[in-house]
């Protein structure tokens, strides 16, 4: 059971908007900055949000993030074959210790 | 070009240690974190450790306190990371990944990885 909690997947058609939501506590995501991860099958995973809502250089605009109180959310318009992946959200513990990643969303693009 | 090359496959009977290292190039090896993350079979992603190269402060999961150990050479640009005590549980893909931010958690360059199968 992961500390941070995700729909285990979401879908959509070629165009559409997506969003992926990541639920947690005051000790993680209520008080730290969250960062999302997209990992291609068979492919080591690759950040795509970071600080709640920065894009890595590189990283389509069509991808941003949002944080309100212990949840966040990342959202994907115009959507694309090629974004067809898990989505990790992740964020640092305070009470653990250490950092925490969310169970994973599939996303299937229809 | 930033990349973080890791050693290759390892096959391991329970009970026995393994080391999988992570050689950094192409930017400041003491200027950014190191994390150390694996992924199980059909599973998520699951945080193992960090360290920061230049103080040689490490900060491990919980879970894994007492079985997990990084170590890193300066001189080589490489961090190690050492499981003992494996089980089958044990068997995943390790994952290094470089930490930006002004707390190192972004991970924004990561090795291949490094398949580790624990088998009797």
């Known amino acids: 059971q992961s500390v941070l909690t995700q729909p285990p997947s979401a879908s959509g058609t070629p165009g559409q908007r997506v969003a992926i939501s990541c639920s947690g506590s005051s000790s993680n995501i209520g008080s730290n900055t969250v960062n999302w991860y997209q990992q291609l099958p068979g492919t080591a995973p690759k950040l795509v949000i970071y600080s709640n809502n920065q894009r890595p250089s590189g990283v389509p605009d069509r991808f941003s993030g949002s944080k309100s109180g212990t949840s966040a959310s990342l959202a994907i318009s115009g959507l694309q074959s090629e974004d067809e992946a898990d989505y990790y959200c992740?964020?640092?513990?305070?009470?653990?210790?250490?950092?925490?990643f969310g169970g994973g969303a599939k996303l299937t693009v229809l | 070009q930033v990349q973080l090359v890791q050693s290759g496959t390892e096959v391991k009977k329970p009970g026995a240690s393994v080391t999988v290292s992570c050689k950094a190039s192409g930017y400041t090896f003491t200027s950014f974190f190191i994390h150390w993350v694996r992924q199980a079979p059909g599973q998520g992603l699951e945080w193992m450790a960090i360290?920061?190269?230049?103080?040689?402060?490490?900060t491990y999961a919980q879970k894994l306190q007492g079985r997990v150990t990084m170590t890193r050479d300066t001189s080589t640009s490489t961090v190690y990371m050492e499981l003992s005590s494996l089980r089958s549980e044990d068997t995943a893909v390790y994952y290094c990944?470089?930490?930006?931010?002004?707390?190192?958690?972004?991970?924004?360059?990561w090795g291949k990885g490094t398949t580790v199968t624990v088998s009797s």
């Open positions: 992740a964020a640092w513990d305070d009470s653990l210790n250490g950092w925490v």
């Open positions: 990944a470089r930490g930006s931010g002004s707390s190192g958690g972004e991970m924004d360059v």
């Open positions: 360290i920061n190269p230049s103080s040689r402060s490490i």
